[in-house]
């Protein structure tokens, strides 16, 4: 079976990475012949992401070799048996692509791991991001697939609208444990480490807990550690490391952490997030607080192996447990790294990855 995987992000987008890449070589092992075609190129995507002052003709530049890029898919796509596509084929517009595929007669496998589909808060700038986005292509995308992948039931609810249930799977973002290892103890004398690990548009998250951080820094000593934020972030009182993400040094930033926190807003959009931040926070052995909403609830067992929090007071009684007892955070390292391996390790979910890739190729073959 040789399946075209079609992705929007290159290795250094997260979705990508933990959604498609880690998975290929157990497909490849299996007998799957995987080529993957991303439409930003690392370039692109590290210019796009990183650089505050953009060139639009700079960008326009990228965006029509993209464009190329997936001209040439729909030739490639002759030659392959399937195609996996990941979010969207194309950042603008309706489902062209998918749509051209499906006429081609080739079975498309749709993985969804964002509410991608829901529409900016109304403004002028966010009537323009809906009409380039076209949310209206994810329900079309749906439609058009033989078999469908999604990180949470959420998600799996929302697919169920346009399709049947059973051709909707739920298939966890996961971690390759192997190369997400166990963190180091604190050593002697070294302050304890709070952390974050994000991007700059999941950092202002950050500002939920900046009352918290500066009623713990009046009772503790501790370091709080942020990275990939985008910006420097100063709290009164409060030590602070910034330090800019690193795909090299991801792993062990993560752990490098004795706490991990995960703060979110309390609205619609957080419902599709996959909560994979917890996960990898669990995986590496760091006890974790994080809000009390969407995945996490699926994941962390209050008080077993991670805390869940919603209002500020919360947040300061949990995360002052876990400074103080050692012994606890202990337990919830090994804990959560048990979660992680029976529920979220590419080892569980790989193989119902490729059960979904063969079941869409032979019904297609029937």
């Known amino acids: 079976m040789k399946v075209l995987f079609i992705v929007p992000y290159p290795k250094e987008g997260p979705s990508y990475r933990y959604r498609v890449e880690q998975f290929i070589p157990f497909l490849e092992q299996n007998g799957v012949k995987c080529r993957v075609s991303s439409f930003m190129s690392s370039d692109f995507y590290n210019y796009l992401y990183r650089q ?8 326009l530049y990228y965006f029509l070799q993209g464009t190329a890029r997936r001209v040439l898919d729909l030739f ?8 996996f ?8 517009g309706p489902p062209v692509l998918e749509w051209l595929w499906t006429r081609l007669k ?7 791991d964002d509410a991608i589909f829901m529409k900016k808060k109304v403004g002028s700038n966010n009537r323009l991001v809906n009409f380039l986005k076209y949310p209206a292509k994810i329900p079309g995308i749906i439609k058009l697939s033989s078999q469908v992948t999604v990180c949470n039931d959420y998600l799996k609810q929302y697919a169920a609208q346009y399709i049947p249930e059973d051709r909707i799977h739920v298939i966890p973002t996961s971690i390759d444990i192997g190369q997400f290892g166990i963190k180091k103890d604190l050593a002697k004398g070294d302050p304890l480490t709070i952390g974050w690990i994000g991007s700059h548009t999941t950092a202002p998250y950050l500002d939920l807990l900046r009352g918290v951080f500066e009623a713990l820094s009046k009772k503790y000593d501790f370091v709080l550690k942020i990275v990939g934020a985008g910006r420097d972030f100063q709290i009164p009182g409060v030590k602070i490391i910034n330090r800019e993400w690193n795909l090299g040094r991801d792993v062990e930033e993560f752990q490098s952490l004795d706490i991990g926190v995960y703060p979110l807003p309390s609205d619609e959009w957080i419902k599709g997030k996959t909560g994979f931040k917890t996960c990898q926070y669990l995986s590496v052995g760091v006890p974790c607080v994080v809000s009390n909403l969407g995945r996490n609830r699926e994941i962390i067992q209050d008080g077993v192996n991670g805390f869940l929090a919603l209002d500020e007071q919360e947040w300061v009684n949990k995360l002052s447990l876990l400074i103080e007892d050692k012994d606890m955070r202990k337990r919830f390292a090994q804990a959560g790294r048990k979660t992680v391996r029976e529920r979220f390790s590419v080892d569980v979910n790989a193989p119902r990855l490729l059960a979904v890739l063969r079941q869409a190729y032979n019904e297609h073959r029937r």
């Open 52 to 59: 505050k002052k953009r060139d639009t003709l700079k960008l």
């Open 76 to 83: 490639r796509a002759e030659a392959a048996d399937l195609i």
């Open 85 to 92: 596509v990941h979010l969207e084929a194309f950042p603008i």
């Open 106 to 112: 080739k079975p498309i496998v749709f993985d969804l």
